[in-house]
């Protein structure tokens, strides 16, 4: 009933840039926050950034200053602007959101397939 259909990821050098963004499609009633994940190989998936939606946003201490999180409430999507990228940022982004489906009495958290990202020379 929900999916979430992410693009952006691929190999960049150190101090180089990528966008990612997670459109989220369905038989969507609201959404709450969106929020960016990442898993590197051997470690626990940990918050990169969570944006509610009104607007405010969290990052993960070793991010801030270098992401940016946004989203555009019109189209459902959710952005991860990724600058200055150092190798340890290496690793499966995903994109997840808490929303309400049409016709169901809660909320539930989904999640999208995972993009890789690697920043190597």
């Known amino acids: 009933q929900v999916q979430l259909a992410e693009s952006g990821g691929g190999l960049v050098q150190p101090g180089g840039s990528l966008s990612l963004s997670c459109a989220a499609s369905g038989r969507i009633f609201s959404i709450n926050a969106m929020s960016w994940y990442r898993q590197a190989p051997g470690k626990q998936r940990e918050l990169v950034a969570i944006?509610?939606?009104?607007?405010?946003?969290k990052y993960a201490d070793s991010v801030t200053g270098r992401f940016t999180i946004s989203r555009d409430n019109a189209k459902n999507t959710v952005y991860l602007q990724m600058n200055s990228l150092k190798p340890e940022d290496t690793a499966v982004y995903y994109c997840?959101?808490?929303?309400?489906?049409?016709?169901?009495?809660?909320?539930?958290?989904?999640w999208g397939q995972g993009t890789q990202v690697t920043v190597s020379s």
């Open positions: 944006i509610t939606s009104g607007g405010s946003t």
């Open positions: 997840s959101a808490n929303l309400l489906l049409r016709g169901s009495i809660g909320y539930n958290n989904y």
